[in-house]
C-alpha cells in the first residue's frame, strides 16, 4: 500500500482539519468523499463547495448563510454552507483563491465555531469538520502576501498531498478498473477488465490531467466498447509518439484542448502559470479542463 493510502487510512477516522494538496485532476475531491466517509460523520452530510469561484459579493451569503431582507435580493432566509454541514464534513475546494478579505471571515468561524448569518444578530454554532484542497503552493501564497498564515495553519494539521499519475505509474490500472466498474455499472454494460494492449495504452499515456484525465478515458471506453473487455481503441488516446494532426484538419474545440495540455506540460500541471500564458483567469482555464475531461 502506498504511504499516501497509508496516511489517509489514518486520518479519516480523525476529526482533524486537513490540507489536500496536488496538481488539477489529481482526485483532491474523492480523498475528500474517502476521508468523510471513513469517519465517524459519515451519516452526516458532506457539503463540498468550490470557494474560490465565489465572488466576494455573495461568499458571505453562500457560505454563512442570510435572512429575508438583508439585501435587496434576499427575499427569504438562507442557510449557509457551515450550517448545511453541522455534525458533518466541509469540502473547502480551491481554497488559495478566496480573497484576503473573506479569507479573515472564514478564519473567525474556524476559531470559533459560530456563524451569523448576514442581516442577523444571532450567533449560531457548527460542528464542522473542514477538509481543503488547492493545488496552489499555500506556503509560496503566504510569501507573497497573498493568503493569510494563520489561516494556513488552520487549515493544515494534517496535509495530503497527492501526486500526479506521472509519479505513480502503479496506481493507473488500479483507479481504471475502479472506474471501469462503475462506469460498467452505470451504462449496464458487462465490462470487468482491460486487455494486454489498452492496458499497455493506460501504461504509455502521460495524462496531463490527471485522474479526472483517466476518468473520462474509461468513461469514453465503456461507450464505445463493443465486446465484453475494453481494448486499446476504446479508450481513443494518442499513441506515445504520434504525430499530431495538422492545425488544418483539427477543430476549434481540438485546437484549444492541444494548446490547454501543452501549456499544462509546459508548467508541471501548474493551473495558474498555464491560465496565464494563456490568457485566461484560473477561473475560465478550470472550466476549459473539465469541458476537455483533462
Do not use: C
Request: no cysteine; net charge positive.
Amino acid at each position: 500500500m502506498q504511504p499516501v493510502l497509508r496516511l489517509m487510512e489514518r486520518v479519516g477516522p480523525s476529526e482533524a482539519t486537513v490540507l489536500v494538496t496536488g496538481e488539477h485532476g489529481t482526485g483532491k475531491e474523492l480523498v475528500a468523499q474517502w476521508l468523510h466517509a471513513a469517519s465517524a460523520r459519515a451519516s452526516r452530510p458532506l457539503v463540498t463547495v468550490n470557494v474560490g469561484g465565489l465572488s466576494e459579493g455573495v461568499f458571505e451569503s453562500e457560505m454563512f448563510g442570510h435572512v429575508k431582507g438583508a439585501f435587496t435580493d434576499a427575499r427569504a432566509d438562507r442557510t449557509g454552507r457551515f450550517e448545511l454541514a453541522d455534525g458533518g464534513t466541509l469540502f473547502l475546494d480551491e481554497i488559495a483563491n478566496v480573497p484576503l478579505p473573506q479569507q479573515a471571515k472564514l478564519l473567525r468561524v474556524l476559531q470559533t465555531g459560530e456563524v451569523e448569518r448576514v442581516g442577523s444578530s444571532r450567533t449560531r454554532r457548527v460542528d464542522v469538520r473542514v477538509i481543503a484542497a488547492t493545488n496552489a503552493d499555500l506556503r509560496a501564497e503566504v510569501a507573497a502576501g497573498r493568503f493569510r498564515e494563520d489561516l494556513l495553519f488552520r487549515l493544515n494539521t494534517i496535509e495530503i498531498r497527492l501526486p500526479p499519475l506521472r509519479e505513480r505509474r502503479e496506481d493507473i490500472l488500479p483507479i481504471a478498473l475502479h472506474f471501469l466498474r462503475r462506469s460498467a455499472a452505470r451504462y449496464r454494460k458487462p465490462l470487468g477488465a482491460f486487455d494486454r494492449a489498452a492496458i499497455e495504452t493506460l501504461h504509455a499515456h502521460a495524462w496531463p490531467g490527471n485522474v479526472r484525465e483517466l476518468d473520462h478515458a474509461v468513461e469514453r471506453a465503456v461507450l464505445l466498447a463493443t465486446g465484453d473487455v475494453v481494448r486499446a481503441a476504446d479508450l481513443a488516446l494518442e499513441p506515445p509518439g504520434a504525430s499530431p494532426a495538422s492545425l488544418e484538419e483539427m477543430t476549434l474545440e481540438d485546437v484549444e484542448r492541444v494548446l490547454i495540455q501543452k501549456a499544462l506540460a509546459r508548467f508541471g500541471g501548474n493551473v495558474s502559470q498555464a491560465a496565464k500564458t494563456l490568457g485566461l483567469s484560473r477561473s475560465a482555464l478550470y472550466r476549459r479542463l473539465k469541458a476537455h475531461g483533462l
